[in-house]
């Protein structure tokens, strides 16, 4: 049996904040970094809105599709936050009341009033698993392949952490970057033959505009640094032969 | 006949960077805010990686189900910009240079070569039609339903203005927000309750972290502003009943 090696994750961002232009995501990129980390990488993003139906669909697309899936959202007291119930009927599980989460809400609102909104954030699918946040005490959950965070970024990253472990992944995907100070349109023919001499280094190229000048960001991606090396000195090559200045690498 | 009175539109993000983590999206909010003013409402946001045939597919299923797709990515003079070519096969057309935009680009560059990167720029699915660009020249373009633009911010803003008369859109999403001294799980009844009563206003619950303090943005959307009048004054009841701050309405 040939060892798995490539692991892909999908995130679904559940919120119609985002949808309305109201609020910028951000969970996309925390997650894509922290995932790249642990070996996994990001193939697809969906932003959908609270709608049942159209999240009990994606969720069992993307967790066919994919290794991973995480859903940002919608896991909060009021009326909008929908995805525990729909993760349940997406897997053709029980809503209910999850017993650990339970304790760890009455003990974290010992101070104030356990009422029906605060009560709601321990219902998720029978049997979830837990995933604990030390910010605001809800916690998140996971289904088989399906983890679901909440939408607030800071509660996000704090949670995290504690999912390591969880995340079965491959050789961490490696970034290196060099920006010059050039356009894209100079260095685009150079560009394309290493990267038709380079298939196993995923080569980006993105314009910057800083301090009051143009420049291009170039970005090598693999898992493989050696690679890297070698798309690295193929580009610092035609960069001193077209005497380009390096901003940064 | 029934006048269409509801348009909906889905953003299709082209590009790897994004996926990486290593930028974060930001033309979503633009678009959708742009868009809303339209009367047209994002119903869906997609992230996909710069491989021509996920692009294809994506675009053909997009653009069957919404009344208008927007791409952002893609459209650059480099190796990973493929967005023009997948365009033209999703539609079978042929990919060549455009005449009007080698026309604009020639004069761009008429104090600088006119290479081959920015020749690329130049070529698109035959006949589309080209979406200005006054900030750096390379145009855009839209097939039917399908409007490509460039993923830089600044530049995909500027471009958008010479838009407006190309869409069709309903009445204007309108939006009212109003902010309380509160957290989510105080008010989840109640706003349960008006959500209930006002199905046509979507209402959206969002806790916030300002100076130090807690509290909660409670946003009402619809086409109907007395619609919204009458589920803030509701809001406006339970919040004087519950003697909670207002923060900013």
Redesign the interface.
Known sequence: MVKKTKFHAAIL?IG???????????N??????WL?SLGV??????????IEQTIIDTVNLLRTNYDYVFTTGGI?????DITAQSISKAFGLKYEINQVAFKILKEYYKHSEF????Q??TKMPEKANLILNPTSGAPGFYVENVFCLPG?P?ILKSMIGGLKNKIVGGEP?L?QTISLRTV??????S??KI??DNQDV??????F?QAGKLGVSI?M?SENQSKIDICNSQILKFVNEKKIEIVDR
């Open positions: 961002i119609n904040e985002i949808l309305s232009g109201r609020t910028q995501d951000t996309t990129s925390t997650l894509a970094i790249n990488k990001v193939v697809e993003v969906r932003v959908i809105p609270d909060g007291p009021t009326h909008d009422n029906e909104g605060r709601k954030m607030v800071s995907i970034s894209e349109s100079e260095i685009a023919t560009l394309t990267q038709n995923e080569i980006g190229s993105y314009p505009f970005v991606r």
